[in-house]
């Protein structure tokens, strides 16, 4: 929340403090603006306690930050810890780190470092039989 408050702001603020209220006054409105915090935080607490309550044992690990439509549509998507739709491993597989690096490029077409723009051998025309695990699908450069 106050994640983009400088050093120097803060500074500012204290300074702006003292010289508005005085080192008399500073020290009462600290301890009162404390307390209206404690109030605050421990009625939103009860409040939070009563729905958890209200809504019964089926909602027992019911979180408020499930709330939020980012949380909501990642547990959603996600499950609790599982990955159904194998989001992790294409996380894991796009490495951005090893394109940033001085690294030679990976070999194209049997050159490293360099693209070649001839023709592949042509691929074998499909007969409509499925793939074997592993087996990589035909590709047709001129298609694309």
Do not use: H, W, Y
């Not at 499950?79 to 490029?105: H, N, T, W, Y």
């Amino acid at each position: 929340m106050f994640s983009d408050v400088g050093g120097l702001e803060i500074l500012t603020l204290i300074v702006m403090a003292i010289i508005i209220f005085g080192p008399d006054k500073l020290p009462k409105l600290i301890q009162d603006t404390m307390g209206f915090i404690r109030k605050i935080r421990s009625f939103a607490d009860t409040a939070k306690e009563d729905i958890r309550s209200e809504l019964g044992p089926e909602f027992k690990d019911f979180e408020f930050d499930d709330l939020n439509p980012k949380t909501f549509v990642r547990k959603q998507l996600m499950g609790d810890q599982q990955d159904p739709l194998g989001l992790k491993d294409m996380k894991e597989s796009l490495d951005i780190r090893s394109v940033l690096d001085d690294k030679p490029a990976a070999p194209v077409n049997g050159r490293a470092g360099s693209v070649s723009f001839e023709k592949a051998a042509a691929a074998p025309a499909s007969t409509g039989a499925p793939l074997q695990p592993g087996e990589r699908p035909p590709f047709d450069p001129d298609a694309t």
